[in-house]
């Protein structure tokens, strides 16, 4: 087993982590490392290690395995997740600012807040869906909480994800109607795979709803989310990015110290779903 290590980028970074909370100590299994720049590309599986559990599995049994490799993890406060943002969204092209993720604006790090024109922290599963709040676990998992644009966040409310609708306002790209929600196509993909991970992530476990895909929209405050057919389409026209793939390693790094599967392995989506 490879020991792991932080990344030079991430090394800088380490100070950040001081927002984590401790896994818990039952959790009881070493991380092993990612090599520092994964690529889809790659003729050697980077991540075997990692997955070991999960190879050669499908269906129910791989979504199983996934849980209980990703189950293990630290945890940061709500009031961590400013800071963590500020890192894992970072625009390549300009360190002082975060990318907002349906907005796709490069924007000051600074000016997170409530104001009109300031970014906060948007819950991508919505945290009604399954009545988990801001609570330390899915309410502060960094693996489906980016920074938009606080009149775009409430826009895009607790819908579902779906296609459709009106131009939203400081969101070019973006649609909305009465009960759904459509992101720029460039995040289209990253909007998969954040939902499919919480899906994975939380099974009922840890005090928490179980979250569960389904191919509707007006799912209000069930743990569900849709529509699937539409999310493994997206995963498919839309795969993981350098930003993205950045992304993930900064968490499991830095942060929390667990992956999402699917930017991983974007294949495994069909595999389970």
């Given at each position: 087993?490879?020991?792991?290590?932080?990344?030079?980028?991430?090394?800088?970074?380490?100070?950040?982590?001081l927002f984590a909370v401790p896994a818990a100590a039952s959790a009881g299994q070493q991380r092993t490392?990612?090599?520092?720049?994964?690529?889809?590309?790659?003729?050697?599986?980077?991540?075997?290690?990692?997955?070991?559990?999960?190879?050669?599995?499908?269906?129910?049994?791989?979504?199983?395995?996934?849980?209980?490799?990703?189950?293990?993890?630290?945890?940061?406060?709500?009031?961590?997740?400013?800071?963590?943002?500020?890192?894992?969204?970072?625009?390549?092209?300009?360190?002082?600012?975060?990318?907002?993720?349906?907005?796709?604006?490069?924007?000051?790090?600074?000016?997170?807040?409530?104001?009109?024109?300031?970014?906060?922290?948007?819950?991508?599963?919505?945290k009604s869906h399954g009545d988990f709040g801001t609570a330390t676990g899915p309410g502060t998992d960094?693996?489906?909480?980016?920074?938009?644009?606080?009149?775009?966040?409430?826009?895009?409310?607790?819908?579902?994800?779906?296609?459709?609708?009106?131009?939203?306002?400081?969101?070019?790209?973006?649609?909305?109607?009465?009960?759904?929600?459509?992101?720029?196509?460039?995040?289209?993909?990253?909007?998969?795979?954040?939902?499919?991970?919480?899906?994975?992530?939380?099974?009922?476990?840890?005090?928490?709803?179980?979250?569960?895909?389904?191919?509707?929209?007006?799912?209000?405050?069930?743990?569900?989310?849709?529509?699937?057919?539409?999310?493994?389409?997206?995963?498919?026209?839309?795969?993981?990015?350098?930003?993205?793939?950045?992304?993930?390693?900064?968490?499991?790094?830095?942060?929390?110290?667990?992956?999402?599967?699917?930017?991983?392995?974007?294949?495994?989506?069909?595999?389970?779903?």
């Amino acid at each position: 087993m490879r020991i792991s290590r932080l990344t030079p980028w991430a090394a800088a970074l380490a100070a950040a982590a001081l927002f984590a909370v401790p896994a818990a100590a039952s959790a009881g299994q070493q991380r092993t490392t990612a090599p520092e720049s994964p690529t889809a590309a790659s003729a050697v599986d980077p991540y075997a290690d990692y997955y070991a559990s999960a190879q050669g599995k499908t269906g129910a049994a791989l979504k199983t395995a996934l849980h209980n490799i990703i189950k293990t993890q630290s945890k940061v406060t709500y009031d961590g997740v400013w800071n963590a943002l500020k890192v894992t969204d970072q625009d390549p092209a300009n360190p002082n600012n975060v990318i907002l993720v349906y907005s796709g604006r490069s924007q000051s790090k600074a000016t997170n807040g409530g104001g009109v024109n300031d970014w906060n922290r948007e819950h991508v599963w919505a945290k009604s869906h399954g009545d988990f709040g801001t609570a330390t676990g899915p309410g502060t998992d960094l693996h489906h909480l980016r920074p938009e644009d606080v009149t775009v966040n409430s826009t895009r409310g607790n819908k579902d994800f779906d296609k459709g609708g009106s131009p939203v306002s400081e969101a070019p790209g973006s649609l909305t109607d009465g009960d759904s929600f459509e992101p720029r196509d460039a995040v289209k993909g990253d909007v998969a795979r954040m939902l499919l991970y919480m899906a994975v992530r939380y099974d009922g476990g840890d005090g928490f709803a179980d979250l569960e895909m389904n191919d509707k929209v007006n799912n209000g405050s069930a743990p569900l989310f849709g529509r699937i057919s539409l999310l493994k389409q997206w995963n498919q026209m839309d795969p993981p990015d350098a930003f993205e793939q950045r992304r993930n390693q900064v968490i499991f790094d830095v942060y929390q110290h667990n992956r999402n599967p699917f930017i991983d392995h974007p294949e495994w989506v069909n595999s389970i779903w």
